[in-house]
């Protein structure tokens, strides 16, 4: 069954490092997503992309914060200047023609971010 | 976006069946609803989706009255590997799923 593979599993920085978290959406999946989530709270929506730009994203998705596709499969978010409130797990997702149709998001298995 | 709510958390026994029940007042006429599951240090994944009456698959079923003010997902004979946060979502906010806290199931054995 086709997945939405992120790396790295685990990541541990520095307060002011820059981190990009990396994702291989599933390949005939059109929308991109990025969100997080801090240790005990809900999944909270961060990014998404589409066509190869970004169509919308949240108060949370701030000048840190980037995301690219720099090839035909990969998704990168970046985080510029880590802080320590950055630290959580972050989910990548994709899904086919858009949630109007099919109300389906494919999440990857996340990649943790610990800042210290 | 059409607020849900649903019980903080629920416990349960191996066995049994479990229905854990979303209310949506304000769903607009277009909205499906859909549930997802969550369990620790892993990404939602989708249960299942619905409009109206009765929707089943192999892991749930989905009960929606005919006013559509509230939906129950029912999970038969759950295991111990049933327990984790279950979501109901309600319509889209633009292109998007908003998550609210969920309910966390535990099954006991």
């Known amino acids: 069954e086709p997945e939405v593979t992120q790396t790295p599993s685990h990541q541990v920085t520095q307060m002011g490092q820059e981190v990009i978290l990396r994702c291989v959406p599933i390949?005939?999946?059109?929308?991109f997503y990025w969100y997080r989530q801090i240790l005990g709270q809900k999944v909270e929506f961060l990014v998404s992309?589409?066509?190869?730009?970004?169509?919308?994203k949240s108060e949370i998705f701030d000048d840190q914060f980037s995301v690219e596709r720099p090839d035909g499969s990969n998704f990168t978010l970046k985080i510029r200047s880590t802080k320590l409130e950055d630290s959580a797990m972050y989910f990548c997702a994709s899904s086919v023609p858009g949630l109007q149709d099919t109300g389906e998001l494919f999440f990857g298995e996340g990649s943790r971010l610990t800042v210290l | 976006l059409a607020k849900t709510t649903q019980p903080i958390s629920m416990d349960s026994y191996e066995g049994q069946e479990v229905n854990i029940t979303c209310s949506h007042n304000n769903i607009a006429t277009n909205d499906y609803i859909t549930w997802y599951q969550q369990f620790p240090s892993q990404g939602p994944r989708f249960i299942i989706q619905?409009?109206?009456t009765k929707v089943t698959n192999e892991v749930a079923s989905l009960f929606i009255p005919a006013d559509r003010k509230s939906s129950t997902l029912s999970l038969p004979r759950v295991s111990l590997s049933d327990t984790a946060v279950y979501y109901c979502?309600?319509?889209?906010?633009?292109?998007?799923?908003?998550f609210g806290a969920g309910t966390i199931l535990r099954v006991k054995s």
């Open positions: 390949s005939n999946h059109l929308y």
């Open positions: 619905g409009y109206k």
């Open positions: 992309f589409y066509n190869n730009e970004i169509s919308e």
């Open positions: 979502l309600v319509g889209e906010d633009g292109n998007k799923l908003v």
